[in-house]
């Protein structure tokens, strides 16, 4: 089922954006609104890339170090250095060298940027993490979770407002 509640906004910013143009009121009178100069600052690139890795990881079940190898893709947009997002995935496999245990790793990643201009004083950056280790041994595999929210005050203080790091071993 579809959700509805981006309905109501949707078509209040489609209203809107309806009565931006340069001949926007009733007798054609020329209106100042937004043109496509005043928006280029704003327009968004996208970039995403495809990658291999190697990337050894320490099981905190048994203290056993895997080398991970898998593929990771990530997606960036950048909106002309005001905003910014990261996000991607991760898997890949490995094999315990004491253990002889396989892994499957999992993992899937967002980060955030946000300024309302580009000398503002004040910005926020939020990141986040979860991976999901399997191993075919009982008792070996693992979860991890990371979050990250941090703001740049006015005042040129840095705060964390939230930052929490778990993992947990798996039965």
Known sequence: MRSLTLAGPAMVMGML???CGAESGPTAENVAGLTADAADHNTGSHIKLVE???EPLVNPCNGEEIVFSGEAITQITDVGGLHSEL?????GTGTGPESGATYAYNLVFHE???TPSVT???ANFFANANARVTSNLPGLSFTAH???HGVALPSGEFKVTRNLDRVECKS
Not at 87 to 91: D, E, H, I, L, T
Request: proline residues 5%; without cysteine.
């Open 17 to 19: 954006l309806t009565g």
């Open 52 to 54: 291999t890795f190697t």
């Open 87 to 91: 996000q991607g995935s991760a898997s």
């Open 112 to 114: 955030s940027f946000n």
């Open 120 to 122: 503002a004083p004040q």
């Open 146 to 148: 990371f979050v990250f």
